[in-house]
């Protein structure tokens, strides 16, 4: 009895620390205090039964389970200083002059040290010289999945949407012009969330479409058209309606989303959720109806 209680008090020393951790009871600190204890109770369990072959290898084998970990979890401190994730606006995008069709895309900022909200917000608004639209509080959950990421990152290829996106895009298309072709190599966008706005542009240079109304449109596709969920869905449609643009077409997975910003800002533009990009492309050739 005393071997198995030596023999796991090292690992839920471990486990504790990292649920305690991960829903933010402790900080990273207290955290490597869970794991060193962890370690140093594995190492005197080494120490104590070294006349004894198996025991030894067993605790043997749980130090450096330890180590491992102990390193494994280490990379966390990349990300402890970061406090919030600001976003700000980018100016909307025609990607086909005259087209109507408006690309909303947002800035990110990943801030660190800072506490005060306010004072936060003050200083990026300064710094930057943009509006700050949207911001997330970090919490110790997103440094271990943003931690996780990248290690995973070293041994598989991580996902890169926006060249997903170009695939797709120019898959539903079977088209290719200079004009998608200019945005596609442009390196200070990032993300899938353009793909239905990219489609819609590509369709009117096509001359399938005709639209001579403003309107913001967000979404990603997939090759057949299918609209899918985004992200940034506040931010996306404040600066839709800082910048006048009177409907907003966007994925019905994000509908109730943009439902709920639009009455908490008390604010004008239309909502339009779309499933696939012909829905949309009905719902552009309604509204040239609306006088």
Do not use: W
């Not at 933010?24 to 869970?34: E, K, P, Q």
């Not at 200083?123 to 997103?142: A, C, F, G, K």
Request: include cysteine.
């Amino acid at each position: 009895m005393k071997f198995v209680i030596q023999l796991l008090l090292p690992i839920i020393f471990y486990v504790v620390g990292l649920v305690a951790y991960y829903v933010d009871i402790i900080n990273l600190a207290i955290f490597m205090v869970f794991i060193l204890v962890a370690f140093i109770i594995s190492i005197a369990c080494v120490f104590y039964y070294r006349n004894r072959k198996k025991q030894k290898m067993i605790f043997t084998a749980i130090t450096i389970l330890m180590l491992l970990l102990s390193l494994f979890e280490f990379r966390l401190l990349a990300y402890e200083f970061t406090t919030f994730i600001v976003t700000s606006y980018n100016e909307p995008l025609e990607v086909v002059d005259n087209s109507g069709i408006h690309v909303l895309a947002v800035h990110e900022t990943e801030i660190q040290h800072f506490k005060d909200l306010g004072y936060m917000i003050h200083s990026v608004e300064q710094l930057q010289n943009r509006e700050v639209l949207d911001y997330v509080e970090v919490t110790n959950r997103m440094r271990y999945h943003s931690k996780n990421i990248q290690l995973l990152s070293y041994i598989t290829p991580s996902k890169n949407y926006f060249n997903k996106m170009k695939g797709n895009v120019i898959t539903y298309l079977n088209f290719e012009s200079k004009n998608l072709e200019k945005f596609f190599n442009r390196d200070d966008i990032e993300g899938d969330s353009a793909g239905l706005a990219l489609a819609l542009s590509g369709l009117i240079e096509k001359k399938e479409l005709h639209n001579n109304r403003p309107v913001a449109v967000t979404g990603a596709i997939d090759g057949f058209g299918n609209v899918m969920e985004i992200g940034s869905i506040k931010a996306k449609i404040l600066i839709a309606e800082k910048y006048h643009l009177p409907y907003i077409i966007l994925p019905v997975e994000n509908a109730t989303e943009a439902q709920k910003v639009k009455s908490e800002q008390n604010l004008n533009i239309e909502i339009i959720a779309v499933e696939h990009v012909d829905e949309a492309v009905s719902e552009i050739e309604r509204i040239q109806t609306v006088k």
